[in-house]
Nanobody
Framework: QVQLVESGGGLVQPGGSLRLSCEAS????????MGWYRQVPGKQREPVAV???????NYADSVKGRFTISRDNAKNTVYLQMNSLKPEDTAVYYC????????WGQGTQVTVSS
């Protein structure tokens, strides 16, 4: 079992920044994929940024150049730095982990509004 605990969501004005954190605990595999998805009401959950430990990173086209995913492997923590936020970035953001199976965090609300 793996537990994912997210933090860092909130309300921010357009053009602002937020940093999300997700700490994984439990039976962590050394080879894994972690990342962030987001979901708005009435729509499917969509990938935002995904990182293979020690490997590639992929971003949704809508966030390229504005969001950066990073990891602290010693802390089993993944971060999402979100800059130049837009109202359309408003969503619940979910941390995601996959190794032998996938796990999801509880979600953290990000609201971009003036």
């Amino acid at each position: 079992q793996v537990q994912l605990v997210e933090s860092g969501g909130g309300l921010v004005q357009p053009g602002g920044s937020l940093r999300l954190s997700c700490e994984a605990s439990g039976s962590i595999f050394s080879i894994n994929v972690m990342g962030w998805y987001r979901q708005v009401p009435g729509k499917q959950r969509e990938p935002v940024a995904v990182n293979v430990r020690g490997g590639a990173t992929n971003y949704a086209d809508s966030v390229k150049g504005r969001f950066t995913i990073s990891r602290d492997n010693a802390k089993n923590t993944v971060y999402l730095q979100m800059n130049s936020l837009k109202p359309e970035d408003t969503a619940v953001y979910y941390c995601w982990y996959r190794a032998n199976r996938e796990y999801w965090g509880q979600g953290t609300q990000v609201t971009v509004s003036s």
